[in-house]
Each structure stands twice: as C-alpha cells, then as structure tokens.
C-alpha cells in the first residue's frame, strides 16, 4: 500500500511510503495496530498546524478572551464570522484543539458559565494562553508559512549537500545576512523576539533569580534588539544603567533614557564596558569558535568585579517534564534548519565553564604545577590543548 503525501507545506511529493500488506516482522496484531497508529500520525503531524492556524483565522481564541468567560458552541460559533451551514463541521476544529490543550472543554456541572443549548460543554482558553493571546504565538502563526516552511522544506537537500544550513538552501542567503536585508523579515524576527524576552523576563525577574541583577549597575544586554529585556531590567532595577547593544539597521532611531542606552556594534568586534555583560539566548546561534570570541569580548568588556551571565538552554535533562522536553527538541531543530547551529547540553556547557575560566583569568602559576598560562587564550583549540595539562 503507497501513501503519497502532498500539502501545503511540500509543493512536491516529499516521500512515498510503502507498508507491507503482509507481515514480514511477525509483529503482533497490537505490534502492527500500534505501527498503523503511529504512521498515520506521523503522515499527518501537518494537520496541528493548519487547524490551528484555521482557528486563528476565524478569531476562536480572541472570541473566547473577549467574552471573558467560558462559550458554549453554539454561542463561539454565532460569535465568528462562519457560514451557519458550517455549522455542523464546527466541532471538528476544536476538538483537535482540545486535543493539543489549547482550549479548554467543561463539562455543565461548571455553574459560573452562561447556559448553553448544545450538550457538549464550555470553551475556555488554557491558562497559559489566556497570558500569551494579546501578543504571543497566535499572531505569528500565520506569518510564519512562506518565512519559516520553505528552509524546512529544503531539510532533506540541505542533508544531501554542503551548504552551511538548510535555511540558506531555502534562500542561498545566511539567516542573518537576509534579516538585515530584508526589513519585513527582520521586522518579524525582532517583534517575535521581543514578546518572548518580555514573558521570559517577567518569569526571571519575579523569582529568586532576580538576585543574579542586584548590586549590579552597568549592564550590557548584547544582541539585546529593540530592548525589551533592558526596560524590564531598568523598571526593575532602577539604580542599574543597561545599555543595549544590537547592530545598527536594529538600533537605527532607538531612542533611550537616563538609564537606558542604545549602541550600534558588533559583538564580535567589541563590547561597551559595563559591570555585567548579558547574553540571552544568544551562544546557541553560534559555533564553539565564534562563542569564543564573543566569551573573550567579553572578558575585555567586563569592569571590576563584574560577571557574564549567559541565559541558555540546557538539553538532554532528565527532569524534565514533556512538554518542556518536547519544546527543547523542536528549538534544538530550529537551530539546525536556521543556523545549522544546536542547543547544548550540560558536558557541552560543562566545557564552556572550563573556557570561561580560562579567558577571565590572567595567569594560573599558583594553580598548575611548574607554571602555567602566562598570556590569554584566543582560540578553541588553544583552550582545549591547555585544559589537557588539567
């Protein structure tokens, strides 16, 4: 039996897969149910996306945070602007939504919902996306499809040749490179970076976490685009001067404040000195030679007692739960079609920690025995040959 799977996202036929009309594995009836199972979902893992995307389109979630309380079906579907002989189909959507937990479906034994009249409940949104609807993911859905689908369909190619990764396969033109160039893009990118520094912000900052700021009065956010993580920082810390370093189409017309400033630069040709330099999600874009250099820029940026706080993720960590894990997968895959970068995990930050040491320190003769290293190392491999007289 062939499936040949044609959409949206693929123009062409991206495979042709044959299962065996008999059992050649002698798998069990459950074995093959579970094998049937799973090729069917993973032949139409596209359909999350375009049901989701539908909602969107139809306004489902803003319906729902509007109303500002959970909506029987048939109040949603009034709400929308559908063809009421669409009616009957309506049920379809949401329950795949349902399904992937963004929307909620309560039972009537819920008292504090509007009466209903069709038998299946009350909509609400998840709690998390109560948070993120006004400026989260949902708005960038559908602007996503001709800027991200076409380097993930161009995967399997980049695979098959040398280019540096699959997004330049897609566009013959690194991301960075078309970013700068292409204002709608890089628009785009920056908005979206920005919504998501100003919810991870208002986690970071209203914990215990907040301390690794205190007593600090200068601070760099590098690469820190149109400031979203320096404003929280500021208002938070309003002793703190934060400075803003991102290259110049990003800062072109920035305008700061008494304590906050905006700097055309290039990491990886110098840092403004300040107290503290931040990097947020910023060396998983990197190879380990160029994260080097910008560690080193750093170390040179630093006044004081100063620190570098990186701000990254962490992969392969048992305690995770799913969702965080599966969330870790699919970035550690953004990195590799964007970038053909990767997430690291613990030995490979572990490795970094070593490095770190070995840029921020002077010398190390109290520390090695007969004398040791006497002048700054500027190179992975310098750090990695130093490191085996550990």
Avoid at 222 to 240: E, I, N
Wanted: net charge negative; charged share 25%; hydrophobic share 40%.
């Amino acid at each position: 039996m062939k499936f040949i799977i044609f959409n949206k996202f693929f123009p062409r036929i991206v495979e042709t897969l044959t299962m065996a009309d008999h059992n050649d594995q002698n798998l069990t009836p459950s074995e093959l149910l579970l094998a049937e199972t799973q090729s069917w979902n993973q032949l139409y893992f596209f359909i999350e996306h375009v049901t989701l995307k539908c909602a969107l389109q139809l306004g489902i979630p803003n319906a729902i945070l509007k109303h500002g309380k959970p909506m029987t079906l048939s109040k949603l579907m009034s709400s929308l602007s559908i063809s009421p002989s669409k009616y009957p189909y309506f049920h379809r959507v949401t329950r795949i939504i349902v399904r992937y937990g963004l929307l909620i479906l309560q039972k009537h034994e819920d008292n504090n919902v509007d009466d209903g009249d069709d038998g299946k409940g009350y909509y609400s949104l998840a709690p998390a996306d109560r948070y993120i609807m006004k400026d989260g993911p949902w708005n960038s859905m559908e602007d996503q499809d001709s800027f991200f689908f076409k380097a993930w369909n161009c995967l399997g190619d980049w695979f098959r040749n040398e280019d540096p990764s699959a997004f330049y396969t897609a566009y013959g033109d690194l991301f960075w490179s078309k970013l700068s160039r292409d204002t709608s893009s890089g628009n785009w990118f920056h908005a979206n970076m920005a919504r998501d520094s100003q919810s991870f912000m208002n986690v970071l900052i209203g914990n215990e976490l907040k301390d690794v700021f205190k007593g600090l009065t200068t601070l760099v956010d590098v690469v820190g685009g149109t400031g979203t993580v320096a404003m929280a920082l500021t208002k938070k810390f309003p002793d703190m001067k934060c400075i803003v370093l991102d290259l110049p189409p990003v800062e072109a017309n920035m305008l700061g404040s008494e304590n906050l400033e905006f700097v055309a630069g290039d990491m990886f040709q110098k840092i403004p000195a300040a107290n503290a330099v931040l990097l947020k999600w910023i060396l998983h874009d990197w190879n380990d030679e160029e994260c080097v250099k910008i560690l080193k820029n750093c170390k040179d940026a630093i006044t004081g007692s100063g620190k570098v706080i990186i701000i990254d993720l962490v992969m392969e960590n048992p305690e995770l739960d799913d969702e965080s894990f599966q969330a870790q997968l699919f970035i550690d895959m953004l990195m590799l079609v964007f970038l053909g970068r990767k997430e690291r995990n613990k030995k490979e930050w572990e490795n970094f920690s070593l490095m770190l040491i070995l840029l921020l320190q002077t010398y190390f003769d109290s520390w090695f025995k007969g004398g040791g290293l006497t002048s700054p190392l500027t190179s992975l491999s310098e750090a990695n040959e130093f490191a085996r007289t550990l």
